[in-house]
């Protein structure tokens, strides 16, 4: 038996074990979600003759986000919408996703030829950047909010997007992937017996050196984000892919090789966060203890984090604007003085100009009293347990931006600490500071 055989054989017990198979028809879609997938054809210059689904929701935003969800070997663009939390998600925040298929159906993606990973160079790559153009023209779709993810052989070409098409994507989450050029075989949908085993390592700037010279030569701008996750029990694809990935990535996006944060998101969850001196995380890597090869598992936080990394809860580019509400207390989030330096209290919500905060595309959480644009700030860049969270001049500086995250906390980018109400107050009065998080209700906020 051939590798990619046997490749093939694994997988499709694993996806059976899962409730997922290529061809699964759209009546399988879940019925929580009155929108549907839309097959379209003729979308473009496709030379390996790829399949492709669009889901709109019902509540598209007007300027949408565009995602790309790529399966896995033995999958499909249906099937990868049946079995995933994605379109989901793409409810709530209404984004739009595009699910490709492979063809043959049930193949792998090439990652592997010389065509594919070289931007522009030929094969599925090419197709799947004619997707992307084809919602931008004919759905709205935002230019300059183009996301990727991708489970096993899909993760593998998130990673080959993200090096080929640099200008293109914001972000990406590689789920089970392989870093780029790892699979190279030089012919298409090749089979790569050592790096599948996690038996290819390099140095960081080697694996830098192939994204930079190999998939755009010359490219000298912005890179994309990219968050990789991978179960120590894969036996499919090692592990050891993991770490040879935030190699490469880190090298390229420019940030140390140590974390600037580690933690446990969830049980035999190890987070790792890489971060750029403005405090902004550019490569984020998930370790899941004795996980095997079976990322993202419908019906957890996985499909979530990744959409939160990526940015694609985020308010649109003119922000959101609304209460910040501390779930303990039932109280909103008030600025009881127009003075700058004025430490933030909870106090029973009345709609109040005080009380009406904007999250802008920036991440900063502005507040507009008496004339005056403040923003949320940790006070004298404070990183220590009971920092004042008070109101300054907006500066754009790391302890005035507030990443929102799925579990409700809402953590200082510069500190990693959590907006915390004081002694878990629940009075009108009790101030607002900077604690460890803890998980508590009093480190929990909703905004609307």
């Known amino acids: 038996m051939s590798p990619s055989r046997s490749l093939v054989t694994r997988l499709l017990g694993i996806v059976a074990a899962l409730g997922v198979a290529f061809g699964l028809s759209l009546q399988a879609a879940p019925p929580a979600a009155a929108a549907s997938l839309t097959q379209i054809t003729n979308f473009g210059t496709n030379p390996t003759g790829l399949h492709m689904h669009l889901y709109v929701p019902d509540g598209v935003r007007s300027d949408p986000p565009v995602l790309l969800a790529l399966h896995g ?82 993760g593998m070409m998130t990673n080959v997007m993200l090096a080929n098409y640099p200008d293109v994507f914001k972000a990406g989450a590689a789920f089970m992937g392989v870093p780029y050029h790892c699979f190279a075989t030089g012919t298409v949908r090749g089979w790569n017996s050592a790096c599948a085993q996690g038996r290819v390592s390099m140095t960081p700037q080697q694996w830098g050196g192939l994204v930079r010279n190999t998939a755009y030569p010359g490219y000298t701008g912005p890179r994309p984000r990219v968050q990789l996750w991978h179960g120590t029990a894969d036996t499919i694809l090692s592990h050891n892919n993991l770490g040879e990935a935030v190699k490469q990535w880190t090298d390229v996006l420019g940030v ?59 308010a649109p580019s003119g922000g959101t604007t609304g209460a910040v509400r501390a779930v303990a207390a039932g109280k ?56 004042k969270v008070i109101v300054w001049s907006c500066n754009g500086q790391s302890n005035q931006q507030w990443r929102w995250n799925a579990n409700g906390t809402v953590t200082g980018v510069q500190s990693g600490l959590c907006l ?29």
């Not at 931008?136 to 899909?154: K, M």
């Open 420 to 448: 915390d109400v004081a002694g878990l107050g629940t009075a009108d009065g009790t101030p607002v500071q900077l604690w460890s998080c803890s998980g508590g209700t009093n480190q929990q906020w909703t905004m609307g």
């Open 256 to 314: 140390s090789q140590t974390p600037s944060a580690t933690d446990t998101p969830a049980a035999n969850w190890t987070r790792t966060r890489y971060d750029n001196r403005a405090g902004v995380t550019q490569v984020e890597a998930y370790s899941l203890a004795g996980t095997g090869h079976q990322l993202p598992v419908q019906g957890t936080r996985m499909a979530a984090d990744a959409i939160h990394f990526m940015g694609l809860d985020a």
């Open 73 to 154: 070997c033995q999958g499909s663009g249906p099937g990868m919408y049946a079995s995933t939390d994605f379109a989901s998600q793409a409810d709530k925040y209404g984004f739009l996703v595009i699910y490709p298929s492979t063809n043959p159906g049930g193949s792998c993606w090439d990652v592997s030829s010389d065509q594919a990973l070289t931007r522009n160079g030929g094969s599925d790559p090419v197709g799947l950047m004619s997707m992307i153009t084809y919602v931008q023209q004919r759905y709205g779709g935002n230019p300059n909010a183009v996301y990727v993810t991708g489970q096993s052989s899909g």
């Open 332 to 387: 909103c989030l008030t600025d009881a003085s127009t003075t700058p330096g004025t430490q933030q209290q909870i106090h029973t919500c009345d709609g109040g100009a005080d009380q009406t905060w904007t999250r802008t595309a920036t991440n900063q959480l502005t507040v507009n009293v008496g004339g005056s644009t403040l923003c949320l700030d940790a006070s004298a860049k404070g990183t220590t347990n009971g920092t």
